[in-house]
């Protein structure tokens, strides 16, 4: 008995402590008030993120909002500044496809050997698959050094790439970088061009650029030690279609928001192709109900969105300061009290 009681005090002590930690100040946000940009900006700064968050005004424009958890400038991230978006360009990567699909230039069964029939097993391989990662196929290798342009980037993935033959949920970027290639065959452009002429230029985006493109010095400096640029450039150089472009907060917002939350056709497409799998996923964007969402994550640099696509409302987080793991644990806390539903 003694034993039995002492595990129960025990239990709900713990239980308790998981409280605590879980409802911190700063966590709730009140939507019902004028100060939520003050609020977001508290609860950045009480769990020591640093970097930028936007979110709505009444007219669907971003208000951003910054924390600094560094004296550094170097370090410091701002909302018009490029930065590493990773798998956030996953969505880019899928819109381009919806939209070749609606030109009927290729469908949703149309088979990866029509492109690509060197890949092992590509005649049992569907676009539809390689948009809702259950191609079966996995490439986790990295180069030792940069890949320096398209022609690498697609000959790297072909050599490394390998199929289990499974056809279930593994989320791999090769999927996404088999449909940037895809792109750039249908289109005869580069995937990089298609994205700056399809994208970049009606949206008049200005900071959006290729790994290739960029220098060091223009975007936020990781704030972990043990984060160099070599890494970040072998990284997104072998993200090709899924992490390769950087971009600024406020254009990422812009694309977001006028190519995916305006367009109900595609989002109404793409949730009716992700209800039928296990994981509802499709085109880059996870579903729960009327929310999508996604995450990025490289090397010293995180980033999520996570939008109602019904209402349009939205919020963004970019930062340089955290890792995965956080990034899930923030997006989880920000999102339940913004959005009034819980992630993971």
Same mark, same amino acid.
Not at 23 to 43: A, F, M, S, T
Not at 247 to 274: G, R, T
């Given at each position: 008995?003694? *034993?039995?009681?002492?595990?129960?005090?025990?239990?709900?002590?713990?239980?308790?402590?998981?409280?605590?930690?879980?409802?911190?100040?700063?966590?709730?946000?009140?939507?019902?008030?004028?100060?939520? *940009?003050?609020?977001? %900006?508290?609860?950045?700064?009480?769990?020591?993120?640093?970097?930028?968050?936007?979110?709505?005004?009444?007219?669907?424009?971003?208000?951003?909002?910054?924390?600094?958890?560094?004296?550094? @400038?170097?370090?410091? =991230?701002?909302?018009?500044? #490029?930065?590493?978006?990773? @798998?956030?360009?996953?969505?880019? /990567?899928?819109?381009?496809?919806?939209?070749?699909?609606?030109?009927?230039?290729?469908?949703?069964?149309?088979?990866?050997?029509?492109?690509?029939?060197?890949?092992?097993?590509?005649?049992?391989?569907?676009?539809?698959?390689?948009?809702?990662?259950?191609?079966?196929? !996995?490439?986790?290798?990295?180069?030792?050094?940069?890949?320096?342009?398209? *022609?690498?980037?697609?000959?790297?993935?072909?050599?490394?790439?390998?199929?289990?033959?499974? %056809?279930?949920?593994?989320?791999?970027? !090769?999927?996404?970088?088999?449909?940037?290639?895809?792109?750039?065959?249908? /289109?005869?452009?580069?995937?990089?061009?298609?994205?700056?002429?399809?994208?970049?230029?009606?949206?008049?985006?200005?900071? =959006?650029?290729?790994?290739?493109? !960029?220098?060091?010095?223009?975007?936020?400096?990781?704030?972990?030690?043990?984060?160099?640029?070599?890494? =970040?450039?072998?990284? /997104?150089? @072998?993200?090709?279609?899924? $992490?390769? #472009?950087?971009?600024?907060?406020?254009?990422?917002?812009?694309?977001?928001?006028?190519? !995916? #939350?305006?367009?109900?056709?595609?989002?109404?497409?793409?949730?009716?192709?992700?209800?039928?799998?296990? =994981?509802?996923?499709?085109? $880059?964007?996870?579903?729960?109900?009327?929310?999508?969402?996604?995450?990025?994550?490289?090397?010293?640099?995180?980033?999520?969105?996570?939008?109602?696509?019904?209402?349009?409302?939205?919020?963004?987080?970019?930062?340089?300061?955290?890792?995965?793991?956080?990034? *899930?644990?923030?997006?989880? %806390?920000? #999102? %339940?009290?913004?959005?009034?539903?819980?992630?993971?």
């Amino acid at each position: 008995m003694h *034993k039995k009681r002492a595990l129960s005090i025990f239990l709900a002590l713990c239980a308790f402590a998981i409280f605590l930690f879980i409802v911190q100040p700063g966590d709730k946000l009140d939507n019902g008030i004028k100060n939520q *940009k003050e609020q977001l %900006h508290d609860y950045m700064k009480f769990h020591h993120i640093n970097g930028v968050m936007l979110i709505n005004d009444k007219k669907g424009q971003p208000i951003v909002v910054q924390n600094k958890e560094t004296t550094g @400038s170097s370090q410091i =991230v701002n909302a018009n500044q #490029l930065f590493p978006i990773a @798998s956030l360009q996953k969505i880019m /990567t899928g819109t381009a496809i919806y939209q070749l699909q609606q030109e009927k230039l290729l469908g949703w069964n149309t088979s990866l050997s029509n492109y690509y029939p060197q890949v092992s097993g590509s005649k049992d391989i569907t676009i539809r698959e390689l948009m809702n990662h259950t191609s079966g196929l !996995v490439n986790n290798a990295r180069p030792s050094s940069p890949l320096k342009n398209q *022609k690498e980037q697609i000959a790297y993935m072909l050599n490394h790439m390998e199929n289990d033959h499974l %056809h279930t949920w593994d989320y791999q970027d !090769v999927d996404y970088e088999l449909l940037a290639a895809i792109i750039s065959k249908q /289109t005869n452009l580069s995937y990089n061009a298609y994205i700056q002429t399809d994208f970049a230029k009606p949206l008049k985006l200005q900071k =959006v650029k290729d790994f290739s493109e !960029v220098n060091q010095n223009e975007i936020p400096q990781p704030m972990s030690k043990n984060v160099d640029w070599h890494q =970040v450039t072998v990284t /997104t150089s @072998s993200d090709f279609g899924a $992490g390769n #472009l950087f971009m600024s907060p406020i254009d990422y917002w812009k694309f977001v928001y006028n190519d !995916v #939350l305006k367009n109900p056709k595609m989002v109404n497409e793409y949730y009716h192709q992700a209800q039928h799998q296990t =994981v509802a996923y499709f085109g $880059g964007v996870y579903f729960n109900g009327d929310i999508i969402r996604a995450n990025g994550s490289i090397p010293g640099y995180n980033c999520c969105f996570v939008a109602n696509y019904k209402t349009k409302r939205m919020i963004m987080l970019f930062s340089n300061n955290i890792n995965y793991l956080r990034l *899930k644990v923030a997006a989880n %806390h920000i #999102l %339940h009290a913004y959005m009034g539903d819980s992630w993971f």
